[in-house]
């Protein structure tokens, strides 16, 4: 699995919120600024992540996105899919009927693919944030944030 430009950006973005104060609004531009991600490109992905009832968006000078739960409620396999990130095997790939070889391989990656999916849905975006804390203390920061 390879994680593309989206899923990444994806994944800082919500963690960046999950560092927020009582996780209230921030804006676009705040989020980009802080990630060093482009504001037009972040704004997309954050409209995609809203429809997926990741986060919300609340209009007006102190407004912007927050998340629309709490971040142990929100996997790192919600988040690449809200975006269309696909952890698939081998698309459109079909055994050859003939070769034993063919169905032990694709077996093989099916089951892969399987328990990966399993982890991506079971890493909560809590998880993530506690990680980024501690890298954060090992590193004797205090509450800067970029991933």
Do not use: C
């Amino acid at each position: 699995m390879k994680l593309t430009t989206r899923g990444h950006y994806s994944v800082k973005a919500l963690l960046d919120l999950s560092f927020q104060p009582k996780f209230g609004p921030t804006s676009v531009n705040a989020i980009a600024q802080r990630q060093d991600l482009p504001a037009p490109y972040l704004e997309k992905l954050l409209i995609e992540m809203r429809r997926a009832g990741l986060v919300r968006s609340l209009r007006g000078s102190q407004g912007g996105y927050q998340l629309a739960r709490p971040p142990a409620q929100i996997s790192l396999g919600q988040i690449l899919e809200a975006v269309g990130e696909s952890v698939d095997p081998l698309p459109r790939h079909h055994p050859n009927d003939a070769h034993a070889e063919d169905w032990v391989t694709f077996t093989l990656w099916n089951r892969l693919h399987h328990k990966l999916k399993e982890a991506l849905y079971s890493i909560s975006l809590e998880d993530l944030y506690y990680d980024a804390r501690s890298w954060q203390a090992s590193q004797g920061q205090a509450s800067s944030f970029v991933v």
